[in-house]
């Protein structure tokens, strides 16, 4: 009884000391090898799950990169287009445009090619259509889109003859490039080139003031797509050739400045259509 109550208290004070009891009862203190071994985390590899991380933030690198790249370079063109364009249009301007001055002479409205002085005036540039020489260089989808330019007048004249406002900016595009200046050598007037017929059948008075010149240029487009039942292609050639013409021919005629001039309006008109459809949202 004595002997197995010796046996039980070795057996206890091993486990509390931290030793070992051998079978022979003896024991065996933890050498410090071994007590460091057992109480020392093992080093261990890096998780999946933050090799999966280090590596999407290198994908999200890479692609922010790619992307400003590519930003960069729509940029370079878009810039080397605008510059392409300018030197096209001077080069056109040379042959075509002519600047004469428009001012007040004891109390009437008169007009003169050499700059007047002492008096204020208004600089008139007499060129021609805008988007009608078959020869331009312009690429007409991606020039530049006048979305902010006479907003006020172009939208209380589309909602008052029920045109499209993109069709409007289109056609103000394509006739005078936003320009509520230039004259033809027609002698078509203002932002949408307004013959002094149509202009006074029209009721505009004056076709240099904007908001006048809009409203009687939009006045007579939603006349003329009223006249050809709404279809576009066939009003726009109307707004270049004449009504006559586009009857006569039973669509757009066979005039190159014609033809040239309804293709770059229907292109102008769907991305005039798009930006302010986006614009609105």
Partial sequence: ?????????????????????AET???QPL????????LTPQAEAAPPEQTHQESSLADFEAHVRRVAERTAAEEKARKEQ???EQEAAAQANKSKQLTFFKYRKDGTVAYSDRQPRKTDYQVIVYNSCFACNPLSTVDWRVTRLYLSQF????????????VDPSLVRAVIHAESNFNPLARSRKGAMGLMQLMPGTAKDMGVGDAYNAAQNIDGGVKYLAWLLKRFNGDITRAT??????????????????????????FRVNILHQRYKTQLALASN
Avoid: W
């Fill in 1 to 21: 009884m004595r002997k197995c109550s010796f046996v039980m208290g070795v057996l206890l004070l091993g486990f509390s000391s931290g030793g070992l009891l």
């Fill in 25 to 27: 009862g003896t024991v």
């Fill in 31 to 38: 050498t410090p090898e071994v007590a460091t071994s057992s």
């Fill in 82 to 84: 605008e510059r392409l």
């Fill in 151 to 162: 907003t006020y007048s172009i939208t209380q004249a589309a909602a008052r003859h029920g």
């Fill in 237 to 262: 050639a109307a707004y270049n050739a004449g009504p006559g013409a586009v009857e006569k021919y039973g669509g757009v005629p066979p005039f190159d400045e014609t033809k040239t001039y309804v």
